[in-house]
């Protein structure tokens, strides 16, 4: 039971992500600089966390261009598309886009693991496609640009999946999250403006805290007990809490049409992970 509460604990504070971003975005941040001090905090915390657990932090260089490559991708494309679908568009619908990315894996896995492409799988990139259509329909209407940006975070979120299968193999998770997370530090330092407004420090520490450095730890404690793949359905809950916070925070609302379409998104990706 304790582990999956710890599941649902993990994916809540995922949700939070949008809220964050929302609020960060009155400062008249660029998307780089949330994203790049979101990723230096974390990595103090992670620091802190790992010294403690003795575990040993730096990667082997013979797997330094495995992690310039996973950096790239999965830090500094998936969180600036995914933060950047925010500004543009909102919370509901940049956490929608991102739950495409069971989709994109079921074609990756095969494409990269031989992994089987059964009917429910199939049945759940048809579902994912159709909500995603349909969140575009009935009164409310997302640009051309938020639709891509949406698109492409849930595809690059797919390939963070496909980096990280591919890394734990070798080493420890945390190990794993702190390099991944320097590298893409490292992408982001030309594109960042280093002067922040003092207010907002907090939120930006926050957004390291909760959603990536906590959220994370919580997840991989609870898969010492818990099987990956309930985790996953478990997990799901996410855009369900980022959609709620975004109704009660901002006043965000869905059409009939829209709520059919992001209940179809829910639908796919917990078809994805227990197909």
Do not use: C, H
Not at 7 to 22: Q, R
Not at 123 to 129: E, G, R
Not at 147 to 164: E, K, N, R
Not at 170 to 195: H, Q, S, Y
């Amino acid at each position: 039971m304790r582990g999956y509460l710890l599941v649902f604990l993990a994916a809540s504070m995922w949700g939070t992500l949008g809220i964050f971003a929302k609020f960060l975005y009155r400062y008249n941040l660029s998307t780089y600089t949330i994203v790049f001090y979101r990723v230096i905090f974390a990595l103090i915390f992670l620091f802190i966390y790992l010294k403690i657990k003795k575990i040993p932090i730096l990667i082997p260089k013979e797997r330094l261009k495995f992690y310039i490559a996973y950096g790239f991708f999965s830090i500094f494309l998936f969180y600036s598309l995914y933060f950047y679908t925010v500004k543009i568009s909102s919370v509901s619908f940049a956490v929608l886009m991102l739950y495409t990315a069971p989709a994109y894996s079921t074609i990756l896995g095969k494409l990269i693991f031989n992994e089987e492409i059964n009917k429910k799988k199939l049945l759940a990139v048809i579902l994912v496609i159709g909500g995603v259509i349909s969140l575009n329909y009935g009164g409310i209407s997302f640009s051309l640009k938020a639709i891509v940006a949406g698109l492409t975070s849930g595809f690059t979120y797919a390939l963070y999946g496909v980096f990280a299968k591919m890394a734990v193999s070798k080493e420890e998770p945390e190990r794993v999250l702190f390099n991944v997370l320097l590298i893409g530090a490292i992408f982001l330092i030309p594109f960042t403006d280093f002067k922040i407004p003092p207010e907002s420090l907090p939120y930006l520490i926050a957004l390291a805290f909760f959603p990536t450095f906590l959220g994370y730890i919580l997840y991989n404690t609870a898969l010492k007990t818990v099987e990956v793949s309930k985790a996953s359905v478990i997990a799901t809950i996410e855009p369900v809490v980022a959609m709620t916070l975004a109704f009660i925070i901002f006043g965000e609302e869905l059409s009939i049409v829209q709520l059919i379409g992001a209940s179809m998104i829910i639908g796919g990706a917990l078809l994805a992970k227990t197909a």
